[in-house]
């Protein structure tokens, strides 16, 4: 297809290129449209245009999003505190919501100390940049999450001599001969770090952090684990993707996470880790320098749905008995699901406009399911990603197998 005629364009690099990329985007049927939700977020949500549908695509993995504790606390913190901190924290924006909240956070994982951000993605900019340096080696698995590709370039970019690469996603062989390697490297001087997703999120596999752990002993490597897709899902009290493996908090040397998708789902990220790690972050990290800190009544609802997930463990069970009988149901819709322990049940579709167009029907079900193409995952690898949360009851997963298999009798036709 040709772009559109430039009539109304006016002619200055910006606009043209962007009028063809918006072209093309919706000619080839990959444009994304933005869904308004009227109401709160939950297994059940009112969709504008829609009504109310099954929601199968959000981070709200223990229904905590909606949770009245949750939202009552964040209503209070906000009576308290006011609307925000209008400061950042080294000068005046530290309020005790933030003390009490990243006790709860080290609490959580049983580790020394954490710092809370106003996201993961934040957090992730921080923690390279803030606790890398010149000679330091940086080793990340291919598929991690965009925060850390970013976090890791930026760390480089401000620090000449900062080394990194990537390790095939899995491969434990390439990654231990990448240490190996780095140490015939005469530039590579400091400290080794290797960086995972506990989950993959377009994948929904997990890292094998018992593996990963021993090659950095063997090296010296510090282990870095984002578990933002693990935290509150993984092992049997939800504490994420170490516990599931059986691992302690601290067998992780940093854990990245977000308060944005399991714990409440409001907004906000934290590092978690040593205490001198957290030390150096609250001195020299820049967004902790120089960006305001999580708003107060965010906070304090993170700080409740931790207490809840602590207090009820049993919502983790809910969940992971949703997992099975949805990947039950998928599979007797006649789809292919990608294999995992994880809530993250991913059907892959291949073409990135058949995901929209199948994601765009599902709605007309009753069902709230996102299709993933390109640049989210690499083109031809287009899949809808249907996530399991424990407020989904029986009704819900049910819902989602008949949109299933009404997809699958249409496509037959
Ligand atoms: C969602 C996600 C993030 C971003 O979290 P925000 O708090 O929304 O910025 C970072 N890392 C991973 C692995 C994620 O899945």
Not at 278 to 301: E, H, K, M, W, Y
Not at 393 to 409: E, F, P, Q, S
């Amino acid at each position: 297809m040709t772009p559109t005629a430039a009539t109304a364009v006016p002619s200055n690099a910006f606009t043209r290129r962007t009028a063809d990329t918006l072209t093309m985007l919706r000619d080839s049927g990959q444009m994304k449209a933005l869904q308004m939700i009227e109401g709160p977020m939950d297994a059940t949500i009112r969709l504008r245009g829609y009504g109310d549908v099954a929601c199968f695509c959000s981070n709200n993995y223990l229904g905590l999003a909606n949770h009245p504790e949750v939202v009552e606390a964040g209503i209070e913190g906000i009576r308290k505190y006011g609307a925000g901190t209008a400061s950042v924290r080294f000068i005046c924006g530290t309020f005790d919501c933030h003390e009490r909240l990243e006790a709860r956070i080290a609490e959580f994982y049983g580790v020394e100390a954490a710092y809370s951000f106003t996201s993961c993605w934040n957090a992730n900019e921080a923690i390279f940049p803030t606790l890398c340096e010149p000679g330091d080696l940086i080793i990340s698995d291919e598929l991690n999450h965009a925060s850390i590709i970013d976090g890791i370039r930026l760390a480089a970019s401000i620090k000449k001599g900062l080394h990194r690469t990537v390790y095939k996603h899995g491969d434990l062989e390439g990654l231990r001969q990448k240490l190996a390697d780095a140490k015939a490297n005469p530039e590579i001087t400091g400290q080794r770090w290797v960086v995972t997703d506990g989950v993959f999120s377009m994948e929904g596999d997990i890292g094998d952090l018992p593996a990963l752990r021993r090659i950095c002993d063997e090296f010296g490597a510090f282990l870095v684990v984002d578990d933002s897709h693990g935290t509150g899902v993984m092992g049997k009290t939800g504490r994420g993707t170490h516990e599931h493996w059986g691992m302690k908090g601290t067998a992780i040397d940093f854990v990245t996470g977000t308060l944005g998708k399991a714990l409440g789902g409001g907004a906000g990220g934290y590092i978690a880790g040593s205490r001198q790690g957290i030390d150096l972050l609250v001195q020299r990290g820049r967004p902790t320098l120089f960006s305001n800190a999580l708003p107060c009544t965010v906070a304090c609802s993170a700080d409740k749905a931790i207490e809840v997930l602590m207090r009820e463990p049993q919502r983790v069970d809910r969940l992971r008995s949703n997992v099975e009988k949805a990947r039950r149901g998928i599979r007797s819709a006649g789809f292919e699901v990608l294999e995992s322990p994880t809530a993250i049940c991913p059907i892959i579709v291949h073409d990135t406009a058949k995901a929209i167009a199948m994601s765009k029907r599902l709605l007309d079900f009753g069902v709230f399911a996102i299709g993933f193409g390109y640049p989210v995952v690499p083109e031809g690898h287009a899949r809808i990603r249907v996530q399991i949360s424990a407020a989904h009851t029986d009704a819900h997963i049910d819902a989602l197998v008949n949109g299933l298999k009404r997809l699958k009798a249409e496509a037959s036709r």
